[in-house]
C-alpha cells in the first residue's frame, strides 16, 4: 500500500501523468466566456491539434471565439485491481443530449480559475463528489466540440473509492457508474462509423457497456476523450483507429503528422 495514494498502482500512474504535457500549451490561451453552465456532451469530439492541422481556416478563426469547458475523468483502482472511470447518464429532463453518458462536468463560469477547477465544481454539483477527494494529475489537449466548444479533459485520481458516496442532482443526473477504462483500447463491443464534419471525414466512436441488468452507450465526445486518456494511461494505441480528419489519420498510436499520443 502507497501512503496517500491507496495503492502502488495509483501512485506510479501519478507520477507518469505529471510528465504529461498536451501537445500545444498555447491552445489554452483564450478568454472565460460567461455561460449558463451544465453538463457537456456531443455527437462529436475532436483533439483541437488535429483539427487545427486540417487547416481549416473556420476552425483556426472559431478558438478565439469559442467558450470553454472542463470534463473531469476521475479514475480509481476497482476491486479487482483495474483502473476504472467514473461515467453519468444525463437527465432526460435536459433540453439538449438528454439520456447520454457523459463525464462529470460542464462550461466554466466567470469565476473559475481554470478547467480543472470547474471539472471539480461541477462533479460536486452533479453527482457530490468532494474535490479535496480528487487528486488533480494534469489535463489533455482540448477537445472541440460539434459546436466548436472548447472542451479540456482533467485527469483525476481518488485515492479512497469508499469516501465517495454520490449525491446525485436530478436536475441533471439520472445515474452514475463506472467502468474500467482499458475497454476504451479495445475492439469488444466497439464499432464506429465515418461521418462529416465540416467539410470532412470523421471517425464516430460507439462502446457497448453493461454493468448488471444495466446497458449503457457511450460515444460521441465522451468516448473520444476516453480513447484519448486510455492511450495515454496504458500508454499503447487502440487496436482501432481512434480518428480520421481530412487526411491526418490516427493509427497504431501515431497521425501522419507523426503525433503520438501516448506520454
Known sequence: MAEGWGSLKLKNLAQRLRFYKPPDSALFENQIEESNGGGVSSQLGVAESIAIS????E??????????????????EGSGGDLRVILTKRSRNLSSHSGEVSLPGGKMEEGDADESETALREAKEEIGLDPSHVKVMTVLEPFLSKHLLRVVPVVGLLTDRESFIPVLNPGEVDAIFDAPLEMF???????????????????????????????????????????????????????????????????????????NPKI
Not at 486540417?54 to 481556416?57: E, M, Q, R
Not at 462529416?196 to 476523450?225: C, E, P, S, V
Open 185 to 259: 483500447l479495445k475492439d469488444e463491443n466497439h464499432r464506429s462509423e465515418e461521418t462529416q464534419w465540416m467539410g470532412f471525414n470523421y471517425t464516430l466512436h460507439y462502446f457497448d457497456y453493461k454493468t448488471g441488468k444495466k446497458k449503457f452507450l457511450i460515444w460521441g465526445l465522451t468516448a473520444g476523450i476516453l480513447v484519448r486518456a486510455a492511450s495515454i494511461v496504458y500508454q499503447q494505441p487502440p487496436a482501432f483507429t481512434e480518428m480520421i480528419l481530412g487526411s491526418n489519420k490516427i493509427e497504431n498510436g501515431t497521425t501522419s503528422s507523426g503525433h
Open 54 to 57: 486540417s487547416n481549416s481556416t
Open 59 to 76: 476552425i483556426r478563426a472559431a478558438r478565439n471565439s469559442t467558450k470553454r469547458a472542463g470534463v473531469l475523468i476521475c479514475l480509481f
